[in-house]
């Protein structure tokens, strides 16, 4: 969710309206834009900065992917800001979360790509992007899987299955990491899977990544349960 900090909001005011928000799945935009009118060269409409930071993160998915934020890149057909954003205030709306929107010499730059999130290993757009992502695909890696009997062979196929969707993106530099094993893991064990699991007809498998930040592993925990329904949930750090 792309939130726009309201206007005629005072510094002060813009941080406690911050304050209201606590997660990983929003992201704030500050100041409203000023874009040239069709036909009218001189004339400007106000613009949301959401649709702006929209448009940012759709073309960086479509160059880069997923795992490269949305910022530090020109805002394109903004001619201005409605409202000109001090060094001073930038330094104090930044770790708060708030992404500016920056008057330069060559346009109008989106200077960060952060989220509401106060868990710091979600800061980053880029990170809770790439985990919902990652979420989705593992749903369908595995979706075969749902009515297989839980024994070693199912385990490992399925290790072997996440282990060659992350190693493309661990190739297409989607999480850091000299190595592979310093870049990702999967985990499906008897030590996730003892026997009362597998009498259950549950299955449990582990998938950690390393984005570029935070420097840990964020996991992901696929849980089939004994009716068949997957489940793909973040577990936090490991």
Same mark, same amino acid.
């Given at each position: 969710?792309?939130?726009?900090?309201?206007?005629?909001?005072?510094?002060?005011?813009?941080?406690?309206?911050?304050?209201?928000?606590?997660?990983?799945?929003?992201? #704030?935009?500050?100041?409203?834009?000023?874009?040239?009118?069709?036909?009218? +060269?001189? $004339?400007?409409?106000?613009?949301?900065?959401?649709?702006?930071? *929209?448009?940012? +993160?759709?073309?960086? /998915?479509?160059?880069?992917?997923?795992?490269?934020?949305?910022?530090?890149?020109? #805002?394109?057909?903004?001619?201005?800001? %409605?409202?000109?954003?001090?060094?001073?205030?930038?330094?104090?709306?930044?770790?708060?979360?708030?992404?500016?929107?920056?008057?330069?010499?060559?346009?109008?730059?989106?200077?960060?790509?952060?989220?509401?999130? $106060? &868990?710091?290993?979600?800061?980053?757009?880029? @990170?809770?992007?790439?985990?919902?992502?990652?979420? !989705?695909?593992?749903?369908?890696?595995? %979706?075969? +899987?749902?009515?297989?009997?839980? &024994?070693?062979?199912?385990?490992?196929?399925?290790?072997?299955?996440?282990?060659?969707?992350? !190693?493309?993106?661990?190739?297409?530099?989607?999480?850091?990491? *000299?190595? /592979? !094993?310093? #870049?990702?893991?999967?985990?499906?064990?008897?030590?996730?899977?003892?026997?009362?699991?597998? &009498?259950?007809?549950?299955?449990?498998?582990?998938?950690?990544?390393?984005?570029?930040?935070?420097?840990?592993?964020? @996991?992901?925990?696929? *849980?089939?349960?004994?009716?068949?329904?997957?489940?793909?949930?973040? &577990?936090?750090?490991?």
């Amino acid at each position: 969710m792309l939130l726009d900090v309201p206007t005629g909001l005072h510094h002060r005011q813009i941080l406690a309206w911050r304050s209201c928000f606590a997660s990983d799945h929003a992201a #704030a935009y500050h100041p409203w834009l000023r874009m040239a009118r069709p036909g009218h +060269a001189y $004339r400007t409409v106000l613009l949301p900065p959401s649709a702006a930071a *929209a448009g940012i +993160a759709a073309r960086r /998915e479509q160059l880069f992917g997923v795992p490269f934020g949305p910022a530090n890149e020109l #805002a394109g057909g903004v001619v201005d800001v %409605a409202e000109r954003v001090s060094p001073a205030r930038h330094d104090e709306l930044h770790p708060n979360g708030v992404n500016v929107f920056l008057r330069e010499r060559d346009g109008i730059r989106l200077s960060a790509a952060r989220t509401l999130a $106060r &868990d710091p290993a979600y800061r980053q757009l880029s @990170v809770r992007r790439l985990m919902t992502m990652l979420r !989705r695909a593992l749903e369908r890696q595995v %979706a075969w +899987a749902v009515f297989e009997p839980n &024994d070693e062979s199912l385990r490992a196929t399925i290790r072997h299955a996440l282990e060659a969707y992350l !190693r493309q993106l661990y190739a297409a530099n989607a999480f850091t990491g *000299a190595t /592979e !094993r310093e #870049a990702f893991f999967v985990r499906c064990d008897e030590e996730l899977n003892p026997d009362p699991v597998i &009498d259950a007809g549950m299955l449990v498998a582990e998938v950690g990544v390393a984005p570029a930040e935070p420097l840990e592993f964020l @996991v992901l925990r696929i *849980a089939r349960d004994g009716d068949g329904a997957l489940l793909v949930e973040e &577990d936090g750090g490991a």
